[in-house]
């Protein structure tokens, strides 16, 4: 690391040094550490992995883009605030007495859970989020390998998601689409090539399922597939995992209604407004939400060539891609 940048109070050089690939169109990206990064983020994801400091209730939420976080940054959140698991015991006594956590009419998911390096850190290099009160709920697209140690170290809980890779390839080609302008087969060479954001892709979701396997209560290893073919079993795992066991059946049914992919993606909010940090526009992150739209853009070359990719990376793993949903056709 100290190779590769320096720290000052306030600001990390990025060594002119890296390498260097300009893609997506107009995408400057650099190497670091094996992964790489759109340059505007790699001096946060430096300072957040120097400066910041996990708390034992902390939850984050780690992942490559595209694999469905924003379902998660609403999930959690309900989660930790619901009324039988925030009141501790679980019996849900207390049901009907308080009002329902429902933050979403106001809220994109992405303000529930700030996101360290692309948005706490890249404010500010030398963020306190000492004054936030416990649990914090934050996530983060850094590598396993990249994060700050405190994350390691601790005993907070991380939550990763990860999704076939090629329906995350064309999610990722229909976000960035929106701001630059690249066809399809140049974006596909280098998601292949693992020039993205916070990408190789395989090594990036490698990273974190062997963690998960070595240290299971440290780690809950969730793919976007089995999110969409059981939320209820999915979610009753993520919350007993977070040390929130949901009890009520009512309540886990309105928990995911409440985080449904139809409920949110229609909300005026998320209709019409833009992630402040980011510039994209929320709506940009409700797309289709299905599991196989990969159909629908790839060609069977393509998928064969991806497919193939992950089959080598993932080798030996023990981990697959490969889901039994039915997929849906051409629309
Ligand atoms: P991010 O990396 O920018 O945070 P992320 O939320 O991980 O994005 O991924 C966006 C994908 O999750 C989109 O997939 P699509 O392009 O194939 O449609 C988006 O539609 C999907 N998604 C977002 N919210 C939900 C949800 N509530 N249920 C199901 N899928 C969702």
Redesign the pocket.
């Known amino acids: 690391m100290e190779s590769s940048s320096s720290s000052s109070s306030s600001t990390f050089q990025i060594d002119a040094r890296l390498p260097k690939e300009i893609s997506w169109g107009t995408i400057e990206f650099l190497q670091w550490e094996g992964f790489w990064y759109a340059k505007p983020h790699l001096a946060a994801v430096m300072a957040a992995r120097s400066h910041f400091k996990a708390r034992d209730e902390d939850v984050i939420l780690a992942?490559?883009?595209?694999?469905?976080?924003?379902?998660?940054?609403?999930?959690i959140p309900c989660i930790i605030n619901s009324k039988t698991s925030a009141a501790g015991d679980g019996n849900g006594d207390n049901i009907d007495e308080e009002e329902d956590y429902d933050p979403f009419v106001e809220h994109h998911?992405?303000d529930l859970m700030p996101?360290l390096e692309t948005q706490i850190f890249r404010q500010d290099p030398n963020a306190d989020l000492s004054g936030m009160p416990s649990p914090r709920l934050l996530?983060t697209?850094m590598p396993y390998s990249i994060l700050p140690e405190s994350i390691k170290d601790s005993a907070c809980k991380i939550v990763y998601?990860t999704?076939d890779p090629k329906?995350?390839f064309?999610?990722?080609w229909?976000?960035l689409n929106t701001r630059i302008s690249c066809p399809l087969h140049e974006a596909f060479e280098s998601f292949c090539n693992g020039v993205h954001p916070f990408g190789p892709f395989h090594d990036h979701v490698l990273g974190y399922w062997k963690e998960s396997l070595k240290r299971p209560e440290k780690i809950l290893f969730l793919k976007?597939e089995e999110?969409?073919s059981d939320p209820t079993g999915q979610v009753r795992k993520l919350a007993s995992f977070l040390g929130r066991p949901l009890v009520q059946v009512d309540e886990v049914d309105k928990l995911v209604w409440k985080?449904?992919?139809?409920?949110?993606?229609n909300l005026e909010i998320n209709r019409t407004g833009v992630d402040p940090h980011?510039g994209?526009t929320y709506k940009?992150?409700?797309?289709?939400?299905?599991v196989g739209?990969w159909k629908n853009h790839l060609s069977a070359e393509m998928r064969k060539h991806l497919d193939k990719i992950t089959q080598t990376k993932l080798e030996g793993s023990g981990l697959s891609h490969s889901c039994k949903i039915k997929i849906p056709g051409p629309r």
């Open positions: 992942s490559s883009m595209k694999t469905g976080s924003t379902w998660l940054k609403a999930i998911p992405n996101a996530r697209h998601i999704r329906d995350v064309v999610s990722l229909h976000f976007y999110l969409k985080c449904s992919f139809e409920r949110l993606k980011l994209f940009s992150y409700f797309r289709v939400g299905l739209d």
